[in-house]
Every structure is written in C-alpha cells, then in structure tokens.
C-alpha cells in the first residue's frame, strides 16, 4: 500500500506561518495527484489544495493567496506553505493522494494538527 508521513503541524497565532509535508512511499508509482485536506471540529474534510504530476494546482477559495502547495516529485514529497493564519484555518490536516487503479478512490494520510489563536 501507499504509506503518507506527515509533519509540520503545531500552535501558531494569527497571522504567523506554518508548513506541512508529507512524505509518500510504497506502491507510488500510480499517483498522478497530492495535496492537502482538512477538516475543522464539526465540519466535513475539505479540500484545502492540490497539485497534479504535471503540474496543475488548485485551492480552495478560503485559502488562495496565503497558501502554496508545492512538490518534490523525485523524494515524493508534498509541500504546503501557509501564511497569513487566520483562526479559521484550525483543524486537522491530511496529506492525500489519488491516482490511477486502486488509488483511484485517493488515500489519506493520518493527519497533523493545525490550531491558530487569534
């Protein structure tokens, strides 16, 4: 299987910075994407951003413009750069990857905590 080891997490205030990675291993040669979700305390896991093996990003709206996601595609690694924290970044963060055959359905790594105070 596919093996996510994420870091990167912790307490920040408002208007600080973090960045989380995520290292995959395993059987990863069928990824075609990686990225980050999160999910807030009562919320469902949203997508917070992700990056395509050509290249291609995409984020949520909350978070373009504070937010860069980024890859070492030869250590398959996943990078997200966070600035500007806002209080309603909190929540946990989850490396994810999807791709062809049985990753399909993506995979989901066990999560880092994210909390800003304001």
């Known amino acids: 299987q596919v093996r996510l080891v994420e870091s990167g997490g912790g307490l920040v205030q408002a208007g600080e910075s973090l960045r989380l990675s995520c290292a995959a291993s395993?059987?990863?040669?069928?990824?075609?994407?990686m990225g980050w979700y999160r999910q807030a305390p009562g919320k469902q896991r949203e997508l917070v951003a992700i990056a395509t093996n050509g290249g291609s990003t995409n984020y949520a709206d909350s978070v373009k413009g504070r937010f860069t996601i980024s890859r070492d595609n030869a250590n398959n690694m996943v990078y997200l750069q966070m600035n500007s924290l806002k209080p309603e970044d909190t929540g946990v963060y989850y490396c994810y990857v999807a791709g062809s055959g049985w990753l399909s359905s993506g995979y989901w790594g066990q999560g880092t905590q994210v909390t800003v105070s304001s």
């Open positions: 395993g059987r990863i040669s069928s990824i075609n994407r």
